[in-house]
C-alpha cells in the first residue's frame, strides 16, 4: 500500500538577490494512523514544510505524492479540491470567521464540497461539535467562546469532510496547558481511535514525546532528535 503522503529530496527555495533556502532535500513516508511531531529551533522550517505538505506551498524541487498520486503538474484547482477533500488544517490562531456562528464555520469546508445536503451538514456539524463537548454552543460566535473553545471548533472544522490527513502548526501553542492538553488528547484520539493522520509542528516537548513518531528539522534539513 502506498504513503499517505511521500517526498523525496523535497526542496523549498525562494528567489531572491540572495535566495532563501525554507527547506532542503527532505526524503519522508507517512502512513496512516502515525501521529508525527515536526520539532526544531525557531526558523529550522518547521512550517515551511507544513505549508508544503498541505499544499499551500509549491516546492521548487523534488516530489511530494498524497494518497499516492503525484502532486507536481496539478493546476491551482486540483490542489484546492485535494486540500478540501483530503487534508484539515489547523493553526496556532484558530482563523474562524467571526461573523458566522460555530455550527457556520464548521460547515463552510462542507459547502465548499458540495458533497452535502443541507440537513446532512447541520447533522454532521452537530456530531463533530457535540463529540468535542461544544452542544451547547453551536449558535455562538467565536468571539463568545474561550480560547480553548474556539480551538475545538478548528478541530472540528479541520474535520469537516472527514479528511485522512489532519495538518496542524502549533495546534496548542496559543493555550494554556490545561487546553493544550484537552487538543492534544483529541488529536491523539483521532489517530488512535480513527486511525487519522496527525501531522503537527511543536515546540511542545510533552506532545512530541507523545507523537509516535518525531521529525526534527535544524536549518532546512532532517536531523537526529
Ligand atoms: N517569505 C519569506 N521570506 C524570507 N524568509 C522567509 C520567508 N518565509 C520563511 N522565511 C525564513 O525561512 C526560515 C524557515 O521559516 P519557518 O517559518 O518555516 O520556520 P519554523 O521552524 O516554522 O520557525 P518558528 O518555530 O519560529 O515558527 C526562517 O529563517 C524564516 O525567517
Do not use: C, W
Not at 10 to 39: C, F, H, K, N, Q
Not at 116 to 126: I, N
Not at 205 to 210: C, G, R, Y
Amino acid at each position: 500500500m502506498s504513503a499517505l503522503i511521500e517526498i523525496k529530496g523535497l526542496t523549498r527555495i525562494l528567489p531572491a538577490a540572495v535566495p532563501v533556502t525554507l527547506v532542503e532535500d527532505i526524503s519522508l513516508a507517512i502512513g496512516a494512523g502515525e501521529l508525527v511531531a515536526i520539532t526544531g529551533p525557531s526558523g529550522s522550517g518547521k512550517s515551511s514544510l507544513l505549508y508544503l505538505l498541505g499544499l499551500l506551498d509549491k516546492a521548487t524541487g523534488g516530489t511530494l505524492a498524497i494518497e499516492g498520486r503525484d502532486t507536481a503538474g496539478l493546476s491551482e484547482r486540483e490542489r484546492a479540491g485535494i486540500r478540501l477533500a483530503t487534508l484539515g488544517f489547523v493553526f496556532q490562531f484558530h482563523f474562524l470567521l467571526p461573523e458566522f456562528t460555530v455550527r457556520e464555520n464548521v460547515e463552510i469546508p462542507m459547502r465548499r464540497l458540495g458533497r452535502l445536503g443541507a440537513t446532512a451538514m447541520r447533522e454532521r456539524s452537530t456530531e463533530l461539535l457535540s463529540a468535542l463537548g461544544l452542544a451547547d454552543h453551536l449558535d455562538k460566535r467565536p468571539d463568545q467562546l474561550s480560547g480553548g473553545q474556539r480551538q475545538r471548533v478548528a478541530v472540528a472544522r479541520s474535520l469537516a469532510n472527514d479528511p485522512p490527513l489532519i495538518l496542524a502548526d502549533e495546534p496548542t501553542g496559543s493555550l494554556d496547558s490545561k487546553n493544550s492538553d484537552q487538543v492534544f488528547a483529541i488529536l491523539d484520539a483521532l489517530v488512535r481511535e480513527r486511525g487519522k493522520t496527525v501531522i503537527a509542528v511543536t515546540h511542545d516537548t510533552e506532545m512530541a514525546a507523545k507523537a509516535s513518531r518525531r521529525i526534527h528539522l535544524v536549518d532546512g534539513r532532517l536531523a537526529k532528535s
